[in-house]
């Protein structure tokens, strides 16, 4: 049984153009994060769910918005892609809400934007 | 800015031998020390987690972590070509985030 999936795995699309990955957990988990990792490897958060509640918004341009419509479920839609935002997405949960909580990560979707 | 560092490596051991990962952080009251595996095309998993100065062993792995210096280390004995992977270091960064390092690329030849 898969414990964090996303859809899809793989986004290629033209600049400018607006799309959604999806995120769901069935691991009964109360906190969804969404990372973006660079072609360096670099792993950085972008946003946090708690139980539906944004708790984490780190300086991510406007047009990446979350929505969480329940706590098993994070999604993230983007507005006017740009080259830029081409790297892989990963989605996480942990149980709870503090940093020692063991995250749980997603397969990924690779986004390219050409 | 609370910052986690790792040389990104590669790094390249022999099949048997002894690998060693090293990271260091800002954050001097940090708590909590996080290593995650990363394979090629693959999420991170977590492999180990350290609280407290010292050791933590958990069959070939080892996590030190030295407060007083702030660095934390990952051993890695009898390396495997299966172990070749990027290893990533985590720490607190504030309430419910973790920062992670740039990651050391570990390559284990046969």
């Known amino acids: 049984d898969t414990a964090v999936s996303q859809t899809p795995k793989y986004l290629v699309t033209q600049m400018g153009n607006d799309k959604s990955i999806k995120c769901e957990q069935n691991l009964g988990h109360d906190t969804m994060y969404w990372y973006k990792q660079d072609s360096k490897k670099f792993l950085k958060i972008m946003f946090s769910y708690n139980n539906k509640e944004l708790i984490i918004n780190e300086t991510v341009p406007n047009r990446f918005s979350p929505k969480s419509p329940d706590k098993a479920h994070l999604n993230l839609h983007i507005n006017s892609l740009e080259l830029g935002d081409s790297a892989v997405y990963f989605c996480a949960s942990t149980k709870g809400a503090r940093t020692a909580d063991t995250q749980y990560f997603g397969p990924g979707t690779r986004l390219t934007v050409l | 800015q609370k910052e986690v560092e790792q040389n990104s490596g590669p790094l390249s051991v022999p099949e048997g031998a002894i690998a060693s990962l090293n990271c260091t952080y800002s954050?001097?009251?940090?708590?909590?020390f996080f290593w995650y595996r990363q394979y090629s095309g693959k999420s991170p998993e977590l492999i180990m987690s350290i609280y407290s100065n010292g050791d933590k062993e958990d069959g070939r792995f080892t996590a030190q972590l030295n407060k007083a210096s702030q660095y934390v280390s990952l051993l890695i004995r009898d390396s495997q070509p299966s172990d070749s992977a990027t290893y990533l270091c985590a720490g607190p960064g504030g309430y419910n985030k973790l920062i992670f390092g740039a990651g050391t690329r570990l390559a284990v030849h046969p």
């Open positions: 954050d001097r009251g940090s708590q909590s």
